[in-house]
């Protein structure tokens, strides 16, 4: 129900970064209460709203019917009011490389709390840096959101790389009554290791050999016995915008826990380093016995906050970018977070839920 009370957030705090806009904006949706953030991204070289955060603001007021003010390239301040959730089809569009998948994480919590199916059509970055990759998106955070009963599909209909972006991606998101808490406590033992090595435009297939066999160097030396099979692939010229080249590795327990590492090609950088970099990100992320890996840890937070019921989720050192999804879900919601400290490197993190409803879907049911 709406209130006339704005929810005041510092956007400089602790991460500091895109990320509070983000979870600000979605939980204003599902809540339909009024948001007003100042200071944004004040501690940055550029402060303010850059394109993609724009985007991603524009896109939230485009499902909710909601009002932005100060909605512009560089504003330190926006007010959003937020109204009613409506399924159906949206576009959203960052004109740069900006991330496919950051304009996801803002988006997928509300839709699925509106009245039926709904398309999106997110055109940007498909693998960008400071961002997950649309492969990990598909790879990682889906299998672990359809947990919480998540349901959506994933079509990536042309891949953009920076700095051109270009990519499209059409995600249709299925609606919930509820979220369920989930138990990830129990990390299992590693069942198989896959991955996704590619090269797109000018590149040769070649360079994807090699970043598949820079990870694996590094992977052996601890995981000799564990099947590992990493794809690669030289993307279709009609399925790729510029020139670019990447790996992602995810680990596969038998409890259904997934861990990734990545990392994307660059000047400079041979292809067998970039993969060697993917399989020591994989390895510090196994390290410490968690079930979620550094990247899925804050993702996790929105959708613990609104399940009903206690979650528990195993992770690494809690993260800034986690610190700050939990600041942002207390402020917003009724939602109680606990960390439990395991070991030096393992905690557990704990969420009472608020159990939110959707009501559009009941009225419509």
Do not use: W
């Amino acid at each position: 129900m709406a209130t006339s009370k704005i929810v005041q957030i510092d956007g400089s705090l602790l991460e500091g970064g895109g990320q509070i806009l983000r979870n600000a904006a979605s939980l204003s949706c599902l809540l339909c209460e009024p948001i007003a953030v100042d200071r944004i991204r004040a501690g940055r070289s550029k402060p303010g709203l850059r394109p993609q955060h724009l985007s991603g603001l524009q896109l939230i007021g485009d499902i909710c019917g909601g009002e932005l003010k100060g909605g512009r390239v560089e504003s330190t301040e926006v007010i959003f009011h937020p109204s009613r959730i409506q399924a159906g089809s949206h576009v959203a569009d960052t004109k740069t490389a900006g991330s496919i998948c950051l304009l996801m994480q803002a988006a997928l919590p509300c839709l699925l709390f509106g009245n039926g199916p709904s398309d999106l059509v997110l055109k940007g970055g498909t693998n960008a840096e400071m961002a997950p990759q649309i492969d990990y998106l598909t790879l990682v955070l889906k299998p672990i959101a359809e947990k919480f009963g998540v349901r959506f599909d994933c079509d990536i209909r042309r891949r953009g790389y920076y700095p051109k972006g270009g990519g499209e991606v059409k995600v249709t998101v299925y609606p919930v009554e509820a979220l369920s808490a989930v138990q990830m406590t129990e990390y299992g033992s590693i069942t198989r290791i896959t991955g996704r090595s590619f090269v797109a435009g000018v590149l040769p297939i070649k360079i994807a050999h090699t970043m598949a066999r820079g990870a694996k160097d590094v992977l052996q030396k601890y995981y000799s016995k564990v099947p590992c099979d990493i794809e690669c692939v030289q993307e279709p010229q009609h399925m790729a915008v510029g020139t670019g080249t990447g790996i992602i590795i995810i680990v596969e327990t038998s409890t259904g826990c997934r861990l990734a590492g990545s990392a994307l090609g660059k000047k400079g950088l041979s292809a067998e380093k970039v993969g060697g970099m993917a399989g020591e990100m994989l390895l510090n992320n196994l390290s410490h016995g968690g079930c979620v890996d550094e990247f899925l840890q804050d993702q996790l937070v929105i959708l613990m906050a609104i399940a009903k019921g206690k979650s528990r989720v195993s992770c690494g050192p809690i993260t800034l970018h986690t610190q700050t999804a939990i600041h942002i879900a207390e402020k917003m919601t009724e939602a109680k977070f606990n960390i439990e400290q395991v070991e030096e490197d393992q905690n557990i993190i704990e969420c009472e839920g608020i159990g939110l409803k959707n009501l559009e879907l009941s009225v419509n049911g």
